[in-house]
């Protein structure tokens, strides 16, 4: 079954602590991103990855960082740096090389609660 | 950067009867313009796009128009159906990004 599978669902943070939030897809999409959605808000980007080994900052980079070792995987981590970190947070990937350039496929999503 | 406004943030339509969402944009350099549905819980996926080299598309019950002129282009939806009820997302943008409306909540009356 193709597609992109973020985990977990759910997650609960303390106050100060990194969390990672995983995405693997096997679509074979060069293209992967990370967005956050929030209440009303729409959907803001976080970060985005072109190409294995290189990635670039999106509208709201700050207070997160991530990798992208393998074509496969974009794991996004939360760091304590983010000030508002509670959210649901998707993951997605595109044939194509940039967020504009053609349909973006989703993962289900991951919903952080910072206690 | 894009700023895209999305207009109404709740609507609310019997079924049978016709739905349209409506979305203005900035940057006149973008021209890729996709619809994504959010069914509740569920992960965004896209419906319909269109290109600046095109006016209007339609796919059965949903269409979408473009005035690049005016810098807007709307969602329409014919003879709404309860499957229809979710949260619409309309983008702007191109190679360089993609910006997101905050989303209509697109509610079904039996």
Same mark, same amino acid.
């Given at each position: 079954?193709?597609?992109?599978?973020?985990?977990?669902?759910?997650?609960?943070?303390?106050?100060?602590?990194?969390?990672?939030?995983?995405?693997?897809?096997?679509?074979?999409?060069?293209?992967?991103?990370? *967005?956050?959605?929030?209440?009303?808000?729409?959907?803001?980007?976080?970060?985005?990855?072109?190409?294995?080994?290189?990635?670039?900052?999106?509208?709201?980079a $700050?207070?997160?960082?991530?990798?992208?070792?393998?074509?496969?995987?974009?794991?996004?981590?939360?760091?304590?740096?983010?000030?508002?970190?509670?959210?649901? *947070?998707?993951?997605a990937?595109?044939?194509?090389?940039?967020?504009?350039?053609? $349909?973006?496929?989703? +993962?289900? +999503?991951?919903r952080?609660?910072?206690? | 950067?894009?700023?895209?406004?999305?207009?109404?943030?709740?609507?609310?339509?019997?079924?049978?009867?016709?739905a349209?969402?409506?979305?203005?944009?900035?940057?006149?350099?973008?021209?890729?313009?996709?619809?994504?549905?959010?069914?509740?819980?569920?992960?965004?996926?896209?419906?319909i796009?269109?290109?600046?080299?095109?006016?209007?598309?339609?796919?059965?019950?949903?269409?979408?128009?473009?005035?690049?002129?005016?810098?807007?282009?709307?969602?329409?939806?014919?003879?709404?159906?309860?499957?229809?009820?979710?949260?619409?997302?309309?983008?702007?943008?191109?190679?360089?990004?993609?910006?997101?409306?905050?989303?209509?909540?697109?509610?079904?009356?039996?």
């Amino acid at each position: 079954d193709g597609g992109i599978t973020q985990s977990p669902k759910y997650l609960f943070r303390k106050e100060g602590q990194n969390v990672t939030l995983s995405c693997e897809q096997n679509l074979n999409h060069d293209a992967m991103y990370w *967005y956050r959605q929030d209440p009303g808000q729409g959907l803001r980007l976080i970060y985005y990855s072109q190409i294995v080994n290189d990635f670039q900052k999106g509208d709201i980079a $700050e207070g997160y960082s991530v990798s992208r070792e393998k074509k496969e995987s974009f794991p996004l981590t939360v760091t304590s740096a983010q000030k508002n970190p509670t959210a649901f *947070y998707l993951c997605a990937s595109s044939r194509g090389q940039g967020p504009g350039t053609g $349909e973006l496929f989703f +993962g289900e +999503g991951s919903r952080l609660t910072v206690l | 950067g894009e700023n895209v406004e999305q207009h109404p943030s709740t609507l609310s339509v019997q079924e049978g009867d016709s739905a349209v969402i409506k979305c203005t944009y900035s940057d006149s350099a973008s021209n890729y313009f996709p619809w994504y549905k959010q069914e509740l819980g569920k992960r965004p996926q896209l419906i319909i796009d269109i290109r600046s080299n095109v006016g209007e598309k339609k796919d059965q019950r949903i269409a979408v128009t473009l005035n690049k002129t005016a810098k807007h282009f709307s969602l329409h939806i014919t003879e709404t159906q309860p499957e229809d009820s979710a949260v619409y997302f309309c983008a702007a943008g191109g190679a360089d990004g993609l910006t997101f409306g905050k989303g209509t909540h697109l509610i079904i009356q039996p």
